[in-house]
Every structure is written in structure tokens, then in C-alpha cells.
């Protein structure tokens, strides 16, 4: 009898090696966060540039906690039920933070909380009006959950006006049932950001994909095609990790050159801005560098900021 024949696990190349975080500015702002009791997702999903970013003093903030709703099997965020429980006051904790960090550019996220009424999306909207009201230049990039694609949350949000908003399609639509909780689905995740360039044209949008689960290359161009079929204006490519035994294997590792020709097929397709690299995620602080001056050239031309529809 045949043994049955095992693929072997794909071994982690050396452009993947990570520096453990360190630096005075790491030190600080740790420090500041853990003062005000604000999580960021840069510590909760393990991200593999937190020193990049954080001794650069950015950081990614999460609203709502650190229990997620929702148990996506590529994510090292805690999942279970939170019962309603919501720090009102961390809209200004936040813009307090920030006030003193002195930051020009902030990336806000969170957990999914479908716990509550409306998903957490009027704390978002509220987070957004306060860190204006402190500060009206600060630019503020919202990367949230789907809301269950509702187009009422997703208005709360938009309309508090933040600069860049993005939502995460994740991976292609073959492997979503597979790669995230089930109420996260893919025409689902597409209508959110379809949605926001319904209601404010001017918004510029985001998404990401994750590459190393077992997508073709034929799907990653279906997706592309699909995220500029909803005005999506940027797109970043990153390497899935596998964060713990628990979670999904990589299938694959993909070489910085084949992150960039993702870069170039994306750039040649009409996104406005691809980052596409080994170790860039969503909230990816080179990225932040190109978002800034886009949007602040949109602002002086004339309009808020102009999207790409």
C-alpha cells in the first residue's frame, strides 16, 4: 500500500525576519497608551512593523475594547462577548492622545462589536468629530468593521468625514468562508465601500489583500477588478502570517518580487496607491506618507479631497 504523499510546510524566508520592537519613541508611546487604557491593534494582531511604526510615533489605534465579536481564522485579536460594555469616554481619550503626541496622521480601527445597537459605528463617528474638534488638520483614516454593509452606520461614519476610509475584503471570494468568520462575506465587504462612494464621492477608500493563503492569481485580478468596480482608490498587499498553531497555515511565500509585480498589475489597473510588500499590512505607516500628501494636494486644489471613482 502507497503511503499517502504530505506536502511539506513552506519555511519562512529570511526577508520575513522581524525586529523586536525597541527605541525611546516605542517606550513613549507605549507608555502613554497603556496610561490612557487604549488598545492598538499593532500589539493585538502581533503586526510585524510595530517598531517601523511605532518608533516612528504612529500608531493604530482600536476602538471598543479588545474582544472581538467575530473569530476570523487568520486573526490573533481575542474573540468572545464583550455584553454591551463601551468606554464612552475613549472618543476624547483618543483626541487627547493624539493632541499630545502630535500627530498628523491617525489610523483608527476596531474590533467588531456586534454586540451593540449599531455595530460601534456611532463611536467611530464620534471619535472622528472629536479628534477634529481638537485638531481640524489632522488627517484620520478609519479602517472598520462591515457594519453588516448597513448603509445608516456606514452614513454615521462618512459623514463625521474622514479623510480615508478603509474596510478589509481580505482575501479572494473562494477562500472567505474559509479564511473569515461567517458573517463577514465578500459582496458584503464590497457594498461598504461602495457604499461610502455613494454617499461622499470625495472619500478616498481603502482595502487589502492578504496573499499566502492558496489564491490563484486569475482570483487576486477578479478581486482587484472587483474593488475598482466599487471605487476603491487604494490597495495594499501583505503576506499572510500564520499568528498562532490554531489559525490557518501559510499555503505559500511570496517573494518581494511577486509583491512587486502585484504592485504594478494594481498601479495599472487605476489604483490611485498600492503598497504591496512582504511585511506591509493595511494600516502601513510608508503608506500614510503618500495618503497625506494626496490628500492634502486634494484639499489645496479646491474640493475636500477628491476621490477616485
Known amino acids: 500500500m502507497l503511503e499517502k504523499e504530505v506536502s511539506p510546510k513552506p519555511t519562512k524566508p529570511e526577508w520575513l525576519k522581524i525586529r523586536p520592537p525597541s527605541g525611546s519613541n516605542y517606550l513613549e508611546l507605549k507608555a502613554l497608551l497603556r496610561k490612557l487604557n487604549l488598545y492598538t491593534v499593532c500589539e493585538e494582531a502581533r503586526c510585524p512593523n510595530v517598531s517601523e511604526c511605532w518608533g516612528g510615533g504612529t500608531a493604530t489605534v482600536m476602538l471598543m475594547g479588545d474582544v472581538c465579536t467575530r473569530g476570523c481564522r487568520f486573526c490573533a485579536i481575542k474573540t468572545g462577548n464583550p455584553k454591551g460594555v463601551l468606554d464612552h469616554e475613549e472618543p476624547q481619550k483618543l483626541a487627547h492622545a493624539i493632541g499630545q503626541l502630535g500627530l498628523k496622521y491617525v489610523v483608527i480601527t476596531s474590533v467588531d462589536r456586534d454586540d451593540l445597537q449599531d455595530h460601534g459605528s456611532g463611536h467611530f463617528a464620534e471619535t472622528i468629530s472629536r479628534i477634529k474638534k481638537e485638531d481640524p488638520n489632522v488627517l484620520i483614516e478609519v479602517l472598520t468593521p462591515d457594519f453588516l454593509g448597513n448603509p445608516e452606520w456606514i452614513t454615521k461614519i462618512v459623514n463625521a468625514k474622514p479623510d480615508v ?97 502585484w504592485k504594478s498589475v494594481a498601479e495599472g489597473m487605476g489604483f490611485l496607491y498600492v503598497a504591496s510588500g512582504p511585511l506591509v499590512r493595511s494600516s502601513y505607516r510608508a503608506g500614510e506618507f503618500f495618503m497625506e500628501g494626496m490628500i492634502r494636494r486634494a484639499r489645496a486644489a479646491g474640493g475636500e479631497q477628491n476621490g477616485n471613482n
Open 165 to 261: 476610509f478603509a474596510h478589509n475584503i481580505e482575501t479572494v471570494r473562494r477562500l472567505t468562508k474559509t479564511v473569515r468568520d461567517p458573517r463577514a462575506k465578500y459582496d458584503q465587504s464590497l457594498s461598504v465601500l461602495k457604499t461610502v462612494k455613494e454617499i461622499d464621492s470625495r472619500r478616498f477608500t481603502k482595502s487589502s489583500i492578504m496573499l499566502g493563503l492558496g489564491e490563484t492569481h486569475d482570483e487576486v485580478i477578479e478581486t482587484l477588478s472587483d474593488l475598482r468596480a466599487v471605487g476603491c482608490d487604494v490597495v495594499t498587499f501583505g503576506q499572510y502570517l500564520q499568528p498562532t498553531k490554531r489559525h490557518l497555515k501559510v499555503q505559500e511565500y511570496l517573494t518581494p518580487e511577486a509583491f512587486q509585480n
